[in-house]
C-alpha cells in the first residue's frame, strides 16, 4: 500500500511539472495533461508486468518469466541460458526480502540497444545475501505494441 501511494505522489509531481513546463502547444497535439495521463498509464502497465516478472523471477519460474519477455530478449539467448543466469544470480544475492521502487522513466535511447520506446525501472533491494543492492528492470514496447522485458541487471 506504501509503494503505491509513494507511486501516486510520484505522479503527481509528474503532472504538475508537466503542466508548468510547456505553456504553449500546437492545437494538433495532445495538452500536458493528455500526454502526462498517457505517461501514468504507461507507467502503471510496465509496473504491473515488471512485477509480475520479477515474482516469476524469484519464484524460480523460468519459462513464465522468458514468456513475459521481449523478442530482443529472447533473441540474446535461449531458455536454458536464462536458467543458468537465475541460478547465477541466486547464489551470488541470495532470496530476495524486499523491492522498494526508486525510479522509473520512459526514455527512446540506451546504450547499446536500438532505438525505440523503453521504460526503465530501478528497484533497491534488500535480499539474504546482499543486504542492499540495486535493481534495474528494462521494459521495451515490442513490434506488437505490448510491453516486455528486455533486461535485467542487479547493480
Known amino acids: ?15 504538475i511539472s508537466a503542466c508548468n513546463n510547456n505553456k504553449s502547444e500546437n492545437n494538433n497535439s495532445k495538452t500536458n495533461k493528455e500526454k502526462t ?10 509496473m504491473d508486468i515488471a512485477n509480475k516478472w520479477l515474482q516469476y523471477v524469484d519464484n524460480r519460474k523460468h519459462i513464465e518469466s522468458y514468456s513475459l519477455s521481449s523478442s530482443m530478449f529472447k533473441k540474446s ?3 536454458d541460458d536464462w536458467e543458468i543466469a537465475i541460478n547465477s544470480f541466486e547464489t551470488a544475492y541470495g532470496k530476495i526480502k524486499k523491492r522498494k521502487l526508486l525510479e522509473i522513466k520512459l526514455d527512446t535511447i540506451l546504450p547499446n540497444a536500438p ?3 523503453y521504460v526503465i525501472i530501478k528497484f533497491i533491494t534488500e535480499s539474504e545475501k546482499v543486504p542492499i543492492f540495486r535493481e534495474r528492470v528494462v521494459l521495451v ?12 541487471f542487479p547493480e
Open 37 to 46: 495521463i498517457d505517461t501514468i498509464a504507461v507507467y502503471r502497465n510496465c
Open 77 to 79: 539467448g535461449s531458455i
Open 115 to 117: 532505438k525505440g520506446k
Open 1 to 15: 500500500m506504501r509503494f503505491y501511494k509513494l507511486l501516486i505522489l510520484f505522479f503527481t509531481i509528474v503532472v
Open 141 to 152: 514496447r515490442d513490434a506488437d505494441s505490448n510491453w516486455n522485458i528486455t533486461g535485467y
